[in-house]
């Protein structure tokens, strides 16, 4: 009876070259993480003068500004997090949280400021700040990985 499990033993050509290919894609890996984190960070930035933006500043050119600081940085969070070929573990689960607590947040601080809070700096600094949290905090358990 065979053993499934024996293989041919790599030559010394064959395992340079099995190392190398395995170097180059952590390599790959490493950047496109850097990237996203990147993406991530410019998001949260985003976001904190989008809202700054849309709670402080007269209409309408809060909104034109406010939202084109997000959805500027949400597009290119989706094109370099949807164009990365390698993904670090636990990524998907990492990015839905950001995501989903900042848009949770965003919302909240809409809905709230504009109704109760408008163009109170007492209300959308804070907003705004938290609003940047969940981004950050990708970047940085994202950097701890």
Known sequence: MSDQHSAAPMSGAEARDALAA????????HRQTI????????F???SLAGVLILGLVPMPGSMIGGLTFILGAAIALAVVGGT?????????HRYLIAIGVWAAIY???LV????VFPAEPAFWIP?????ALPGLWFVVVGARR
């Open 22 to 29: 395995a170097d180059r894609s952590a390599e790959s890996m």
């Open 84 to 92: 990365a070929k390698a993904r670090p573990a636990g990524f998907l």
């Open 44 to 46: 949260a930035l985003a």
């Open 107 to 109: 919302v909240a601080a």
């Open 35 to 42: 990237a996203i984190r990147v993406a991530m960070g410019g």
């Open 127 to 131: 907003a705004a700040i938290a609003s």
């Open 112 to 115: 709230i400021g504009m109704s």
